[in-house]
């Protein structure tokens, strides 16, 4: 399918999105918040980690389609072209950022889309374990 705007038009459109809290990353903030848990959402670290909880933990929320999860993406069947790489491209900087930040010695948590929508709750234990 052909996009409706010209590349120009779509490149500014796209520039001017803000990125906004999702679901779960709200879901994860009010779980750590009732646990009196200290947190910060969105730190200014390499990667825009979606929590950073202390002492020296980074939690990143990684969505399934954007990460490219191995058990559920499903590429897209239109532009393909596109899209292969630039999911390959996001997977690649997930490394690297997570490298990185253990290299500074950050303790480094991903947790996939599908496992906090199922289990929220064992995923937010799960995290607070790996604080200990």
């Given at each position: 399918?052909?996009?409706?705007?010209?590349?120009?038009?779509?490149?500014?459109?796209?520039?001017?999105?803000?990125?906004k809290?999702?679901?779960?990353?709200?879901?994860?903030?009010?779980?750590?918040?009732?646990?009196?848990?200290r947190?910060?959402?969105?730190?200014?670290l390499?990667?825009?980690?979606?929590?950073?909880?202390?002492?020296?933990?980074?939690?990143?929320?990684?969505?399934?389609?954007?990460?490219?999860?191995?058990?559920?993406?499903?590429?897209?069947?239109?532009?393909?072209?596109?899209?292969?790489?630039?999911?390959a491209?996001?997977k690649?900087?997930?490394?690297?950022?997570?490298?990185?930040?253990?290299?500074?010695?950050?303790?480094?948590?991903?947790?996939?889309?599908?496992?906090?929508?199922?289990?929220?709750?064992?995923?937010?234990?799960?995290?607070?374990?790996?604080?200990?």
């Amino acid at each position: 399918m052909a996009d409706i705007v010209d590349k120009a038009t779509r490149s500014r459109v796209m520039a001017r999105i803000r990125k906004k809290w999702t679901t779960q990353e709200r879901k994860l903030h009010g779980l750590l918040k009732a646990r009196k848990v200290r947190h910060k959402m969105h730190p200014p670290l390499p990667g825009s980690p979606d929590a950073l909880i202390f002492p020296r933990t980074v939690v990143f929320l990684d969505g399934c389609f954007w990460h490219g999860c191995p058990r559920c993406y499903v590429p897209p069947q239109s532009r393909k072209a596109y899209w292969h790489p630039k999911i390959a491209g996001n997977k690649r900087r997930d490394r690297r950022v997570s490298r990185m930040l253990r290299r500074q010695g950050w303790v480094v948590v991903r947790i996939w889309e599908h496992h906090f929508q199922r289990n929220t709750t064992l995923c937010v234990e799960q995290m607070l374990a790996s604080l200990e």
